[in-house]
């Protein structure tokens, strides 16, 4: 037996797996969460295991309002903010503008904190080459919403080559 054990008994093993484990999880929490793989979006509300951010232009009445942009719960805050109002002072802001949609999208951004890892860009024509994207939909709405995506840099968020 090890030294531990015959003074401690297995109770000293099982301290040092729990401690493990909390030092595993508390280093998750700390970093941002990895583009695009730990981000998803929904046309139908909050997905289970996640954190979201609500999509929406109140004056289009396509069944916006339970449209997010959500990112695996257990990683770094990513600080997304919407805004159906023109960008948010203080943020860096990407404008989401589907160009065909009649219904006010033209002052919708979504916004990051100053120091965000995340180069967003936003394309109502086909995602970005050399981006990691995704597809930006709300099937309920008839004007041209199936072929724009969110785009930023693959791996942005945690630091140094994770994933």
């Known amino acids: 037996k090890q030294w531990y054990q015959r003074r401690y008994g297995d109770h000293f093993a099982m301290l040092v797996v729990l401690i493990l ?70 943020m860096r802001c990407v404008n989401v503008n589907e160009p065909a949609d009649p219904h006010y999208w033209g002052n919708n951004y979504l916004c990051v904190p100053a120091d965000s890892p995340y180069d967003f860009s936003f394309s109502y024509a086909g995602s970005v080459l050399g981006k990691g994207c995704i597809l930006i939909n709300e099937p309920g709405d008839p004007h041209h919403w199936d072929n724009n995506y969110l785009c930023a840099t693959v791996g942005a968020g945690p630091p140094g080559p994770s994933y």
């Open 21 to 90: 484990t909390a030092v595993v999880l508390t280093s998750a929490e700390q970093t941002y969460p990895y583009w695009p793989k730990q981000f998803r979006w929904s046309y139908a509300g909050s997905l289970p295991e996640h954190d979201c951010v609500t999509v929406n232009e109140p004056g289009d009445p396509h069944y916006w309002g339970n449209n997010v942009l959500c990112w695996e719960r257990g990683y770094k805050d990513p600080g997304l903010r919407w805004s159906y109002a023109g960008p948010i002072p203080g």
